[in-house]
């Protein structure tokens, strides 16, 4: 699977969200067709949601919705649930993993602020699996890079600080998460107050 596969879904994923074009069997239709690339390749299908949100010019309700669909991948409001998208994602081989998050932190310094907020929420859902077991260490230190640097834009700034908000909103709601390593939490905080 490959990032025109991806591109192909967006019309499907468009009728998902726009009631106008909905009607019951294109919505079932387009459901399954995600949820088969779902379980035929996750990490060729995260990649390549994850690189229609960071690809510029793209039609930006596209990015946008491939971005949530990513986010929505690990995301649950049943625990159990939320425990086995989050066992799924960790399951990943590292090196797809490391791909899809360089993905994220790029969108997050894409000129676009619909890109860049929905990158903020889909790093902050990472982030919530990896941070507690130590991994994804460029997580904090770009964060920090983009609020910091001189070079950055505001909107890249805010973005940053946006997903260091989700961030810690996720982290206080996973339930069975080891604690956050102390410090971790001292790099988190220390971005915010510098980015202020």
Wanted: aromatic share 4%; charged share 25%.
């Amino acid at each position: 699977m490959d990032a025109g596969v991806v591109h192909a879904f967006v019309p499907i994923m468009m009728d998902l969200f726009e009631p106008e074009r909905n009607n019951p069997s294109v919505r079932t239709a387009a459901e399954q067709a995600l949820q088969n690339a779902e379980n035929t390749n996750l990490p060729e299908f995260c990649l390549a949601l994850v690189t229609e949100l960071s690809t510029e010019g793209k039609d930006l309700a596209a990015r946008q919705l491939a971005g949530l669909h990513f986010k929505n991948l690990l995301v649950a409001k049943d625990e159990a649930l939320q425990t086995a998208r989050h066992d799924k994602w960790k399951a990943m081989d590292p090196a797809a993993r490391a791909s899809v998050k360089t993905c994220l932190l790029a969108s997050l310094r894409s000129p676009e602020t619909a890109p860049r907020h929905t990158a903020a929420q889909a790093c902050a859902e990472v982030a919530a699996v990896e941070l507690p077991y130590n991994e994804w260490q460029e997580f904090l230190a770009t964060l920090m890079e983009n609020v910091t640097s001189n070079d950055q834009p505001d909107g890249v700034k805010i973005s940053s600080l946006e997903c260091l908000g989700f961030t810690c909103e996720r982290l206080a709601v996973i339930d069975n998460a080891p604690d956050i390593a102390p410090d971790t939490t001292d790099r988190m905080l220390t971005t915010i107050v510098d980015g202020i």
